[in-house]
């Protein structure tokens, strides 16, 4: 979206807020209820997707991907709209949803069916909290990193990540990173995996990589900065491994 999703969804809250205000004059009590509720709830979700907030949690989509109970009941509304707006939007890209960057590593959007879904019964992380893990989604190993749409994971969520999908790939697994349309968090994801293989020797180079695959991609300046820090986290871990092993070998050679 080029759109923040904080202020797409403020915007949706407000027009749902003004037809509110159009049924009660109408004497429509029980649609109007319903609008302000939608409305309450969706500005809620505006200040939780907020930058300076980004509490994805709000949802209460769990590492399995699914959502409970109280979540459907307070969130139903606009998660039925999301998958309704994912579906939709879909149609209108008409891109496939998910390409190959590499041998075996795959980038794209939701998958709501089996032929949405990487051949080779892939691994699969996602990186939506508002989409639930599809059902043909049941059998395949999975990891979910609930991110905001327009936002992205957080370093710590990138080396998590990037550490499961190495070592699935030790297991010969193929590996399909998922948000909803494959455009960005899912691409944030991607490049540190081909950086992390070997692939790319940087960040930067593996979001070329990817765009001459997928052109449609686009990482946000949000999404560059937590690549970049989690870029500098990996190569300070990496100096100061080199440092205590030196040190190591030094106190050995003392002995």
């Given at each position: 979206m080029a759109m923040g999703i904080s202020k797409l969804i403020a915007l949706m809250a407000t027009s749902l807020f003004l037809l509110f205000v159009l049924f009660k004059s109408l004497n429509l009590p029980l649609l109007s209820i319903l609008l302000?509720?939608?409305?309450?709830?969706s500005y809620?979700?505006?200040?939780?997707?907020?930058?300076?907030?980004?509490?994805?949690?709000?949802?209460?989509?769990?590492?399995?991907?699914?959502?409970?109970?109280?979540s459907t009941l307070l969130f139903g509304p606009f998660l039925f709209s999301i998958r309704l707006f994912v579906f939709l939007r879909r149609m209108m890209i008409g891109e496939p949803l998910f390409t190959e960057i590499s041998v075996g590593l795959f980038v794209g959007g939701w998958p709501s069916s089996l032929e949405h879904l990487p051949p080779g019964d892939p691994v699969v992380i996602d990186c939506t909290c508002e989409l639930p893990r599809s059902s043909v989604l049941s059998h395949n190993a999975y990891m979910c990193f609930a991110t905001w749409d327009t936002r992205a994971p957080q370093p710590f969520q990138i080396e998590s990540a990037v550490r499961w999908a190495c070592m699935k790939r030790t297991l010969k697994k193929p590996v399909f990173i998922?948000?909803?349309?494959?455009?960005?968090?899912?691409?944030?994801?991607?490049?540190?995996?081909?950086?992390?293989?070997?692939?790319?020797?940087?960040?930067?180079?593996a979001e070329k990589m990817i765009k001459e695959k997928r052109p449609s991609i686009s990482l946000n300046s949000l999404q560059c900065r937590n690549l970049e820090e989690w870029s500098t986290n990996r190569i300070t871990l990496k100096k100061n491994m080199v440092i205590n092993i030196l040190g190591h070998l030094k106190n050995f050679g003392d002995i």
């Open positions: 302000l509720y939608t409305s309450l709830i809620l979700i505006s200040v939780a997707s907020h930058p300076y907030l980004n509490v994805p949690l709000l949802l209460g989509k769990s590492s399995d991907g699914t959502f409970p109970l109280w998922h948000c909803a349309y494959g455009h960005g968090r899912s691409v944030c994801l991607m490049c540190a995996l081909l950086v992390t293989l070997g692939l790319a020797e940087d960040w930067k180079m």
